[in-house]
């Protein structure tokens, strides 16, 4: 599994501390949508490894964060950088539109 599973325990150390850029993708296993980019977000991990850490924080097992970073619908995508929330997407996209928000926001694989 190319994706890291963060928790409200390790979400500081993993996202707020990480050098590289973070891509979190909050989420619940009753989500259907978010199941639905589960396989994209692994691609995405693996595509970009090295360049952007795709972490997957459930909603249900750790409420905290979501609530301290206002989530408010699932799948929410937020895009860390050096311990700041940068851009973030709510519901679920294809890969393509993914990996061109990434993009935009200067996270490409070259």
């Not at 190319?2 to 009753?30: I, R």
């Not at 301290?68 to 679920?92: C, E, H, R, Y």
């Amino acid at each position: 599994m190319a994706t890291v599973k963060v928790t409200d325990d390790s979400f500081d150390a993993d996202v707020l501390k990480s050098s590289t850029p973070v891509l979190v993708d909050f989420w619940a296993e009753w989500c259907g949508p978010c199941k639905q980019i589960g396989p994209a977000l692994e691609q995405i991990a693996d595509e970009l490894a090295g360049k952007v850490t795709v972490a997957k924080v459930n909603i249900d097992d750790s409420p905290m964060v979501p609530s301290k970073m206002g989530v408010k619908g699932i799948p929410t995508l937020m895009l860390f950088k050096d311990g700041q929330m940068t851009s973030m997407k709510v519901g679920a996209m294809p890969k393509g539109k993914i990996v061109e928000w990434l993009a935009e926001a200067g996270v490409t694989a070259d």
